[in-house]
Structure formats: C-alpha cells, structure tokens
C-alpha cells in the first residue's frame, strides 16, 4: 500500500511531499440491479484505488436502483463518525432507472458545484460528447463528503484519478478538502 502519487504532478496544483498524509476513511456504494460482489468491476476499482492511495476503506455496499434503499445507506453513512466521505458509482445517467442524484443530493446540506464542472470536463477528455449523459454531482452533509460517479469502469478512474484523489490527498496544494473535514460542522 502506498500514498506517494504517481510521478505525475497533482491536476491543477502540487504535492508539498514535506507535509503529513492524513487517511480519509471512504465507504463505497455500488448502485446496479445487476451487479455483484463478484462482477462489481467499478466498485472495486473504487475500493482498490481507495486502499493504494492509503486511505481506509470504511465499508462497501451494492444496491438496487432504489432511491429509499440508496438515500437509506448514504444517511446510515453521514450518521457515521467513522466514515469521512462517501463514493458512490451507477446511477447517475439519464434512464428511468438512474436515480442515484434524486437519492443522494437531498441529503447534501451543501453542493460541490464545481465537481461536476471538473468531472465534466475530465470526462470530455475520455468519452467526448457522451459525458452529456452523466449526473455526476457532489456535496456534503453532516460533516462527511459524498462523490457520485456514473458506473463505467473508465468514469470510476477518471473520477478517483483525476479528481476525487487529488482533493481527498492533504498534501495536495494551493488546498485540498481534507483540510476542511475539522470545519465542515462549524456553525
């Protein structure tokens, strides 16, 4: 298990290598009616690059496109101290079924507008035009940040590798969202 970055540096900043890492601990929730433990690709993905980047892999879920079941474990989730954010991958596509932002962004006591800029534009770069057909959206509630990723194996490492990770890394600067966690419930 390693925390050193690739030899790339950091998307939009820079690594300060002399600072702390500081282990986020992430809950990952896989939304399919069709998914597995065992075929849960984009889950796993997610899971695997959690744990390389060094951070805790708090849980992991699968469920149905349910909103009441999907908003249910997110909740269960952000009522949790120890788990500091959430991703989530499936879901977020345009079909009737794809009903993982209705779930989730309730819940978001603020929305990360600018993450769905960001994802848009690094997704462009993947898929072109397609990227219209993603939700990906972001926000935090209770202290805990939550990600929604659509559920293609690519959008899940164009998310975390590009995006989520860099801001979930506490060396990453100008800023990184890790130093906000001991704010998020000022009132």
């Given amino acids: 298990m390693s925390n ?15 600072l702390p890492f500081h282990p986020v601990r992430i809950a990952v929730l896989t939304v399919s009616d069709t998914r597995t433990l065992d075929n849960d690709t984009s889950g796993h993905i997610l899971a695997e690059r959690v744990k390389e980047a060094g ?3 708090a849980d992991r879920a699968i469920l149905k496109d349910d909103k009441t079941a ?14 500091d954010a959430v991703i989530s991958t499936g879901g977020t596509g345009l ?25 848009h534009m690094v997704s462009y770069q993947s898929v072109g035009l397609s990227t219209l057909q993603s939700r990906a959206c972001a926000g935090v509630a209770n202290g805990t940040f939550i990600f929604c990723l659509p559920g293609s194996n690519g959008a899940c490492r164009d998310g975390w590798d590009k995006v989520i990770r860099w801001q979930l890394d506490s060396r990453h600067m100008p800023c990184n969202m890790v130093e906000l966690m001991p704010r998020l419930l000022e009132k």
């Fill in 4 to 18: 050193t970055p690739p030899d790339l540096p950091a998307p939009g900043g820079r690594m300060a290598m002399d």
């Fill in 55 to 57: 951070h805790v892999l």
């Fill in 70 to 83: 999907i908003a249910g474990k997110v909740s269960e989730w952000i009522a949790d101290p120890e788990v």
């Fill in 95 to 119: 079909t009737g079924r794809d009903v993982t932002p209705e779930a989730v962004m309730p819940l978001f006591e603020k929305h990360i507008e600018g993450f769905a800029v960001v994802w």
